[in-house]
Every structure is written in C-alpha cells, then in structure tokens.
C-alpha cells in the first residue's frame, strides 16, 4: 500500500514525442508537487496543485502541464520533448493548514525520463 | 541563483562516529528548514525539521541547529550507522504563504563505514 506512487519508473522517448506521467496518493491529502530534479542534482519544485487549483507554477515552459482530475491524482504531461527534459521527476503531497509550519511532503519513487 | 547549497558533495565517517552535514541558504525570508534523506531509487523521506523561532531541534539520533544570523544549518546524526548512508538534503521554506513551496539544496552524499 505505496503512499504515493508514480507510473511510470522509466520512461525511454524520443525527442519531439509526447508523453504523461501518472501521480496517485492514497493518504488522503490535498496538495500535490512536481518536483525536477535535473542533472546537477537540485531538486526543483515545478507544479503544485492545492485541492485540484494550481497554486504555484515556477518559471517551466509551457510544454509541460499537470492535470489534477481529484485531490488524489496529479498527472504531468509534457509536448514536444527535448534532450534537456531528461531527469527524474518526483511527485510529492502534503496536508496544508497554512501558517508558518510546513507539512510534511511525501514523495514518490521518482520517474526517470531520457529523452533520445 | 541557488538560494540553498550544500557545499559538501560528500561525506564519508566511521561507524559509531558524529556525521555533521552542512547548508548554507541567502535568502532571509526562509523561516522553515527541513532534512530529507534519499536512498537510490527511492523518493526523498522527511527526516527533522526546524522552524526559524528555535536554534535546536532533536530527534533521537538526530539534531538540527540553525544559526539565523549565518544563514547556516546543519545536521548531526550521532552516532553514525551504515543504514544511515545515503543522500541528504536540506530544504527551507518561506512562512505560511509559500503553500508548501520547499527549495532544496544539491544533496550530500553521506557514506558510513563498518
């Protein structure tokens, strides 16, 4: 029973294809993160989605965008991928109250993504 | 413009001994600090947290001190065992408005020896 899972682990594409990556939690919170992290190791927060409303969108092409069909799920797609999209992309959810306490973030296993 | 950094790619101590990792951050409205731990293949896991208002906070093996005025945290895991070895990062956040925005650092690699 995986708290919060990623499909798929690996993902081998070519450039220009299109292709999503799944997120699912099952701890019955109500914000969900994408998460980069690239080839020098930072982890970068891309996406986040509070309650099925995207509350924080950093600076990301347009290429890329998450769906949030329920407070459990929040999917990635990415159009026309390039070489520098390869990286591992972690999805992540909290329980936030708001305030100066920030909750616990749980992440998934990662998606490991090279693009040809 | 990494607003935090851990200069320490890694880190290698004797079983039984003191691991001391290191983060510095610039930014100053960071209030919030937090330690992930991420073995291979796996997602980061949430280890201890600090909030600005404290300079210590212990968990068992694990302390986190924070030194507002230097911009600088650190992790002591005392004493060190082998499962302890893998990647840590430190994280921080910017008050309750953030919705959980967390930056993180690049990692240490954390490596403990029998």
């Known amino acids: 029973d995986t708290a919060v899972s990623q499909t798929p682990k690996y993902l081998v594409t070519q450039m220009g294809n299109d292709k999503s990556i799944k997120c699912e939690q099952n701890?019955?919170?109500?914000?969900m993160y994408w998460y980069k992290q690239d080839s020098k190791k930072f982890l970068k927060i891309m996406f986040s989605y509070n309650n099925k409303e995207l509350i924080i969108n950093e600076t990301v092409p347009n290429r890329f965008s998450p769906k949030s069909p329920d407070k459990a799920h929040l999917n990635l797609h990415i159009n026309s991928l390039e070489l520098g999209d390869s990286a591992v992309y972690f999805c992540?959810?909290?329980?936030?109250?708001?305030?100066?306490?920030?909750?616990?973030?749980?992440f998934g296993p990662g998606t490991r993504l090279l693009v040809l | 413009d990494q607003q935090v950094k851990q200069n320490s790619p890694s880190l290698s101590v004797q079983e039984g001994r003191i691991s001391i990792l290191n983060c510095d951050y610039t930014?100053?409205?960071?209030?919030?600090f937090l330690w992930y731990k991420k073995y291979p293949a796996e997602g980061p896991t949430f280890l201890i947290s600090i909030s600005s208002i404290k300079d210590k906070n212990e968990d068992g093996r694990f302390t986190v001190f924070l030194n507002k005025s230097a911009k600088h945290l650190s992790l002591h895991i005392v004493p060190s065992q082998p499962g302890d070895s893998a990647v840590y990062f430190c994280?921080?956040?910017?008050?309750?408005?953030?919705?959980?925005?967390?930056?993180f650092g690049q990692g240490t690699i954390l490596t403990v020896h029998p």
């Open positions: 701890l019955g919170h109500d914000t």
């Open positions: 992540a959810s909290s329980q936030q109250r708001g305030g100066p306490i920030q909750e616990t973030q749980y």
């Open positions: 930014n100053s409205m960071f209030d919030y």
């Open positions: 994280a921080a956040a910017a008050g309750g408005t953030s919705y959980g925005k967390l930056t």
